[in-house]
């Protein structure tokens, strides 16, 4: 088991920051691919963005790609999500995942999940 325990959110105005942070315990954080992704009120969760185990190579959604950036601090057991230049369509609930490989996370297909932090993006 990996528990996963997201912190970071909060209520922001339009073309400001936040930055998510997902603790890992349990099982070796540094052999699972790690990602974020979110859900909005009425609409199915949707990925975000995902880090190899590496700590390199990342994938972003379009929707998010040149604001957002994902980090991973093995040492630390934890993975991070700096987004820059929110809009009000990024307002969901935003979870921390883990998955067995990198393909698999940005597919959405992860193995334990975090409960999930609220973030707000007032217009």
């Known amino acids: 088991q990996v528990q996963l325990v997201e912190s970071g959110g909060g209520l922001v105005q339009a073309g400001e920051s936040l930055r998510l942070s997902c603790a890992a315990s349990g099982r070796t954080f540094s052999n699972y691919a790690m990602g974020w992704f979110r859900q909005a009120p009425g609409k199915e969760r949707e990925f975000v963005a995902a880090?190899?185990?590496?700590?390199?190579?990342?994938y972003y959604a379009d929707s998010v790609k040149g604001r957002f950036t994902i980090s991973r601090d093995n040492a630390k057991n934890t993975v991070s999500l700096q987004m820059n230049s929110l809009k009000p369509e990024d307002t969901a609930v935003y979870y921390c995942?883990?998955?067995?490989?990198?393909?698999?996370?940005?597919?959405?297909?992860?193995?334990?999940w975090g409960q999930g932090t609220q973030v707000t993006v007032s217009s």
């Open positions: 880090i190899h185990w590496n700590g390199v190579t990342t």
């Open positions: 995942a883990a998955g067995r490989t990198f393909i698999a996370t940005t597919r959405g297909e992860i193995d334990f």
